[in-house]
């Protein structure tokens, strides 16, 4: 089968759901048996996220070939179970440092750079590459039609529309139908406004996907197939869902997967959803509750944090129990009298992070779920910190501290300056540039037999996804290990430490990696069941 382009654009607000909905047509495509690729195209001069503050972008989601991209890869490999490649996430800044580089080497034979047909065309490249192996390539243009870092992704994907034919492409546009309750009705003229900016550079959409908060009466349905210029049953309803794992099920009972094969005239496949049923009956009916302390530098904005926190509803649909996160700013834990936060919580997790601010709190949090026997999992930064809460609080190390913090006079942990990948040797120093420069994807790590962490996985070695530029001192290993920490995962050459536990406690585990941006609902990752297996224990206890 030829690949199928469909292209989604967005309209009216940012964050109506185009990764969601892009994620959700994917499961539901794959549900009739389909492949499927998905790609993000990010207008943003950045040459990827990985410098950007989650302030100002969320979370920086990993693949496994070591990119760092934007959230919407986390929900696609979520939803669908594919692994994204380096390729599936482009910016405006990887397109126009490669134009440049081009015209340094005079590959444009002395022409004039400009931004069509050169930028248009090496998105374009972009876009058609490597998706020989999907039947469908769902490509997400990031912003809202109108903004002008947008306009030459829109170009390029309106010029193949017209030079692959309307066999082979198929364009989505995602718009709001707000409710205005003064009036007590819902309002097209929002969707109307943008479906006209959208054609006015030459893009007619295909199917309309409204984003709303009640279903669609037939009348607005109607009014905006008439004034958009698509089939009536080309406007599909996207109301909101209680579930993120809803919303394949109810893009289908909209009708949005059938009419995409409508449309490109392909045989609508009975689907298989049993796996998507199995998940909201677990998410709607558990059998238990546990509440989950999450103490982080982020955590008013949960977009920082989000394949973690899916990840702890994952380990909830895997034992059948509602997972309550408590998001508390680590910070207030540097302030006399508030370890009253963490009272009657079944578990803490310190997630990954960068920089000195919080860390008093995290490590306050560390000692609070060692000394109380509350199941912790520190995850990259929260593997440091309670490695660092050991270092000064039963070790005595005195001026233990962290590197990242400026100098000291026991770096616990430090700046990680060269280590393996595969066979080749990579190096790093302090003074190299920022992006791109930290331990980044898959890295294998070997696991100590008879430790809890070798019972969770149940292998010898396992593959994991990292982000970060620290290490925990191999050098401070013995001492460490007098106190009570256990080094039950290392690298292959035993020099870099990737996973920490406690014999004397009933589950705190530490790792380097990030296990959040490997688990999927139909598929949670171990040490996220495992942990919320044991908060659930605790539970009972109380």
Same mark, same amino acid.
């Given at each position: 089968?030829?690949?199928?382009?469909?292209?989604? %654009?967005? @309209?009216?607000?940012? =964050? $109506?759901?185009?990764?969601? *909905?892009?994620?959700? !047509? /994917?499961?539901? +495509?794959?549900?009739?048996?389909?492949?499927?690729?998905?790609?993000?195209?990010?207008?943003?001069?950045?040459?990827?996220?990985?410098?950007?503050?989650?302030?100002?972008?969320?979370?920086?989601?990993?693949?496994?070939?070591?990119?760092?991209?934007?959230?919407?890869?986390?929900?696609?490999?979520?939803?669908?179970?594919?692994?994204?490649?380096?390729?599936?996430?482009?910016?405006?800044?990887?397109?126009?440092?490669?134009?440049?580089?081009?015209?340094?080497?005079?590959?444009?034979?002395?022409?004039?750079?400009?931004?069509?047909?050169?930028?248009?065309?090496?998105?374009?490249?972009?876009?058609?590459?490597?998706?020989?192996?999907?039947?469908?390539?769902?490509?997400?243009?990031?912003? %809202?039609? @109108?903004?002008?870092? =947008? $306009?030459?992704?829109?170009? *390029?994907?309106?010029? !193949? /529309?017209?030079? +692959?034919?309307?066999?082979?492409?198929?364009?989505?546009?995602?718009?709001?139908?707000?409710?205005?309750?003064?009036?007590?009705?819902?309002?097209?003229?929002?969707?109307?406004?943008?479906?006209?900016?959208?054609?006015?550079?030459?893009?007619?959409?295909?199917?309309?996907?409204?984003?709303?908060?009640?279903?669609?009466?037939?009348?607005?349905?109607?009014?905006?197939?008439?004034?958009?210029?698509?089939?009536?049953?080309?406007?599909?309803?996207?109301?909101?869902?209680?579930?993120?794992?809803?919303?394949?099920?109810?893009?289908?009972?909209?009708?949005?997967?059938?009419?995409?094969?409508?449309?490109?005239?392909?045989?609508?496949?009975?689907?298989?959803?049993?796996?998507?049923?199995?998940?909201?009956?677990?998410?709607?009916?558990?059998?238990?509750?546990?509440?989950?302390?999450?103490? /982080?530098?982020?955590?008013?904005?949960?977009?920082?944090?989000?394949?973690?926190?899916?990840?702890?509803?994952?380990?909830?649909?895997?034992?059948?129990?509602?997972?309550?996160?408590?998001?508390?700013?680590?910070?207030?834990?540097?302030?006399?009298?508030?370890?009253?936060?963490?009272?009657?919580?079944?578990?803490?997790?310190?997630?990954?992070?960068?920089?000195?601010?919080?860390?008093?709190?995290?490590?306050?949090?560390?000692?609070?779920?060692?000394?109380?026997?509350?199941?912790?999992?520190?995850?990259?930064?929260?593997?440091?910190?309670?490695?660092?809460?050991?270092?000064?609080?039963?070790?005595?190390?005195?001026?233990?501290?962290?590197?990242?913090?400026?100098?000291?006079?026991?770096?616990?942990?430090?700046?990680?300056?060269?280590?393996?990948?595969?066979?080749?040797?990579?190096?790093?120093?302090?003074?190299?540039?920022?992006?791109?420069?930290?331990?980044?994807?898959?890295?294998?790590?070997?696991?100590?037999?008879?430790?809890?962490?070798?019972?969770?996985?149940?292998?010898?070695?396992?593959?994991?996804?990292?982000?970060?530029?620290?290490?925990?001192?191999?050098?401070?290993?013995?001492?460490?290990?007098?106190?009570?920490?256990?080094?039950?995962?290392?690298?292959?050459?035993?020099?870099?430490?990737?996973?920490?536990?406690?014999?004397?406690?009933?589950?705190?585990?530490?790792?380097?990696?990030?296990?959040?941006?490997?688990?999927?609902?139909?598929?949670?990752?171990?040490?996220?069941?495992?942990?919320?297996?044991?908060?659930?224990?605790?539970?009972?206890?109380?």
């Amino acid at each position: 089968m030829t690949t199928l382009f469909v292209f989604i %654009t967005g @309209g009216v607000v940012s =964050s $109506l759901g185009k990764g969601l *909905a892009s994620a959700a !047509l /994917g499961a539901a +495509l794959q549900a009739r048996g389909y492949k499927v690729r998905l790609r993000k195209l990010d207008p943003y001069l950045n040459i990827d996220p990985g410098t950007m503050s989650p302030y100002q972008h969320g979370e920086v989601y990993v693949t496994s070939d070591g990119a760092e991209t934007d959230l919407d890869l986390g929900h696609y490999e979520r939803f669908t179970g594919v692994n994204s490649r380096r390729s599936d996430n482009i910016t405006s800044g990887q397109i126009y440092q490669s134009v440049i580089a081009k015209e340094r080497r005079g590959d444009y034979l002395g022409a004039t750079v400009q931004v069509i047909p050169h930028v248009t065309d090496e998105i374009k490249r972009f876009i058609m590459s490597g998706t020989e192996d999907a039947d469908f390539a769902l490509i997400e243009i990031g912003g %809202t039609v @109108g903004d002008i870092e =947008s $306009l030459p992704f829109l170009e *390029a994907i309106r010029q !193949l /529309g017209y030079e +692959l034919g309307r066999d082979r492409t198929l364009f989505i546009h995602v718009t709001l139908v707000p409710r205005i309750s003064v009036a007590g009705e819902l309002k097209t003229k929002p969707t109307q406004h943008s479906v006209k900016e959208l054609r006015s550079i030459g893009i007619q959409p295909d199917i309309l996907l409204c984003r709303c908060t009640e279903p669609l009466p037939e009348g607005v349905r109607r009014k905006i197939a008439l004034f958009c210029n698509v089939r009536e049953e080309d406007v599909i309803a996207a109301p909101d869902a209680a579930s993120l794992y809803e919303v394949p099920l109810t893009y289908h009972q909209e009708g949005l997967d059938s009419q995409v094969l409508k449309i490109f005239r392909l045989d609508a496949r009975p689907p298989n959803l049993n796996r998507w049923e199995t998940i909201v009956e677990r998410v709607h009916a558990p059998e238990g509750r546990v509440s989950i302390a999450i103490v /982080g530098k982020y955590t008013e904005l949960r977009d920082a944090y989000i394949s973690l926190g899916e990840a702890l509803v994952h380990g909830g649909i895997a034992n059948r129990v509602s997972v309550d996160l408590k998001w508390l700013d680590a910070e207030i834990f540097e302030r006399p009298d508030t370890i009253h936060h963490l009272d009657g919580v079944d578990g803490i997790l310190v997630p990954g992070g960068f920089g000195e601010r919080g860390t008093r709190g995290k490590i306050t949090a560390a000692q609070f779920a060692r000394e109380h026997k509350v199941p912790y999992f520190g995850i990259c930064f929260g593997m440091q910190m309670a490695v660092l809460e050991a270092a000064r609080n039963l070790a005595k190390i005195d001026g233990a501290s962290s590197s990242e913090f400026g100098p000291c006079k026991v770096p616990v942990v430090g700046l990680l300056t060269e280590w393996m990948r595969g066979n080749e040797i990579v190096v790093r120093s302090g003074s190299d540039p920022l992006g791109g420069t930290m331990r980044l994807g898959n890295y294998e790590c070997r696991l100590k037999p008879d430790s809890l962490a070798h019972s969770i996985y149940g292998v010898d070695t396992i593959v994991e996804r990292h982000r970060h530029r620290y290490e925990v001192n191999i050098n401070l290993k013995e001492q460490l290990e007098e106190v009570g920490v256990v080094f039950s995962g290392m690298s292959p050459d035993n020099m870099l430490p990737e996973i920490i536990e406690r014999a004397d406690h009933p589950w705190f585990v530490g790792v380097q990696f990030h296990p959040e941006l490997r688990s999927r609902p139909f598929e949670p990752h171990p040490l996220f069941q495992s942990f919320i297996k044991a908060a659930f224990a605790q539970s009972r206890l109380v």
